[in-house]
């Protein structure tokens, strides 16, 4: 429990329900504020050391020791609340379903120093708890299928290791990753990946990544946008079990 939080709350004489009202958030989000781990969004963290009279250092002190990189920690704070999360990737393994030394291939020639490079590994991996815990959010994750056959500069080993971690992952209750398969040609696809992120209170937001910096979408008619794309991709993809097949068969080309 965040007894931090909880001391200030009685101090200032506020509850869940008043903080809610004051927040402009459902009483049940927070509730869950109290909870290891849930940390409120950055605009909502200022307003409630506000209204009870602290710093939000003294409230959330692990927000100012958090390893993910500045631009990163908005998107991490929602991802961290959503109840369900729609992402797609080209190019990639999906970042919650990656293994470390995946992740760790997917810096390589960046401008980033050795402890950089670790921290943003680590802040990738630690984000995967979210699969693991009692209510995870439901992901469903769309990949092409040349993702499961891109060699990491070689390293068949890690290919292996991260295509048998990706039918670990489909095994989760709360996972599906589909495939769309090469002999689709062209698709909505081809415009690059994206995430969009669904909050207990039904307000949906976005994450697209560029080669020069991410970029938060949360405007209705952008987000909107990008459902739709989501479903001309989904409509493209093999079913979960025709899916898993392949990943299956993916991963015994790499041995």
């Given at each position: 429990?965040?007894?931090?939080?909880?001391?200030?709350?009685?101090?200032?004489?506020?509850?869940?329900?008043?903080?809610?009202?004051?927040?402009?958030?459902?009483?049940?989000?927070?509730?869950?504020?109290?909870?290891?781990?849930?940390?409120?969004?950055?605009?909502?963290?200022?307003?409630?050391?506000?209204?009870?009279?602290?710093?939000?250092?003294?409230?959330?002190?692990?927000?100012?020791?958090?390893?993910?990189?500045?631009?990163?920690?908005?998107?991490?704070?929602?991802?961290?609340?959503?109840?369900a999360i729609r992402w797609f990737e080209h190019a990639w393994v999906p970042g919650l379903?990656?293994?470390?030394?995946?992740?760790?291939?997917?810096?390589?020639?960046?401008?980033?120093?050795?402890?950089?490079?670790?921290?943003?590994?680590?802040?990738?991996?630690?984000?995967?708890?979210?699969?693991?815990?009692?209510?995870?959010?439901?992901?469903?994750?769309?990949?092409?299928?040349?993702?499961?056959?891109?060699?990491?500069?070689?390293d068949r080993s890690l290919m292996r290791e991260q295509v048998a971690h990706l039918v670990d992952c489909a095994a989760l209750p709360a996972v599906q990753v589909l495939v769309?398969?090469?002999?689709?040609?062209?698709?909505?696809?081809?415009?690059?990946?994206?995430?969009?992120?669904?909050?207990?209170?039904?307000?949906?937001?976005?994450?697209?990544?560029?080669?020069?910096?991410?970029?938060?979408?949360?405007?209705?008619?952008?987000?909107?946008?990008?459902?739709?794309?989501?479903?001309?991709?989904?409509?493209?993809?093999?079913?979960?079990?025709?899916?898993?097949?392949?990943?299956?068969?993916?991963?015994?080309?790499?041995?």
């Open positions: 429990m965040n007894h931090l939080l909880q001391v200030a709350m009685a101090e200032a004489g506020e509850t869940a329900e008043s903080l809610a009202a004051q927040t402009g958030v459902d009483p049940k989000t927070a509730a869950r504020w109290i909870s290891p781990g849930r940390v409120p969004q950055p605009r909502r963290r200022a307003k409630l050391a506000t209204i009870l009279g602290r710093d939000v250092a003294d409230l959330w002190p692990d927000v100012l020791k958090r390893r993910e990189p500045q631009w990163l920690r908005e998107w991490v704070d929602w991802e961290r609340e959503a109840v379903l990656q293994t470390e030394a995946y992740a760790r291939a997917t810096l390589t020639g960046e401008a980033l120093t050795m402890g950089e490079v670790d921290d943003v590994v680590a802040s990738r991996i630690d984000r995967q708890a979210i699969l693991r815990r009692e209510r995870p959010p439901l992901l469903t994750a769309v990949v092409h299928e040349l993702v499961l056959y891109q060699s990491a500069y070689g769309v398969p090469q002999n689709v040609g062209m698709y909505p696809g081809l415009g690059g990946g994206f995430i969009v992120a669904e909050l207990p209170d039904g307000e949906q937001v976005a994450h697209i990544d560029s080669q020069v910096r991410a970029q938060i979408v949360n405007g209705a008619a952008d987000v909107a946008t990008l459902n739709r794309r989501w479903e001309r991709i989904r409509s493209e993809a093999l079913s979960r079990q025709q899916s898993l097949d392949l990943i299956r068969k993916a991963a015994g080309s790499w041995t």
